[in-house]
């Protein structure tokens, strides 16, 4: 019982856990954007990090 799971190696382990509050309005654009990328909400969420990030780079 106290034995660790073993899951798909990855070298990007995702070990953070990030709780949110979003309004209507956003919840429904975050579901439009995962369907239309075929993508889990975190990866959709993911992605729009780094583009924020690398927009700050080009300053």
């Known amino acids: ?3 660790k799971k073993l899951g ?3 070298d990007n382990p995702k070990d953070i ?3 949110i509050h979003l ?3 956003t919840n429904d ?3 439009k954007c ?3 990328m075929q993508a889990s ?3 959709v ?10 927009g700050l780079k080009e300053k």
């Open 45 to 54: 969420i993911r992605q729009g990090i780094h583009k924020m990030y690398d």
């Open 8 to 10: 798909r190696p990855t």
């Open 34 to 36: 995962s369907v239309e």
């Open 1 to 3: 019982m106290g034995e």
């Open 29 to 31: 654009k975050l579901i």
């Open 17 to 19: 856990v990030l709780k």
């Open 23 to 25: 309004d209507k309005n």
């Open 41 to 43: 909400k975190a990866e």
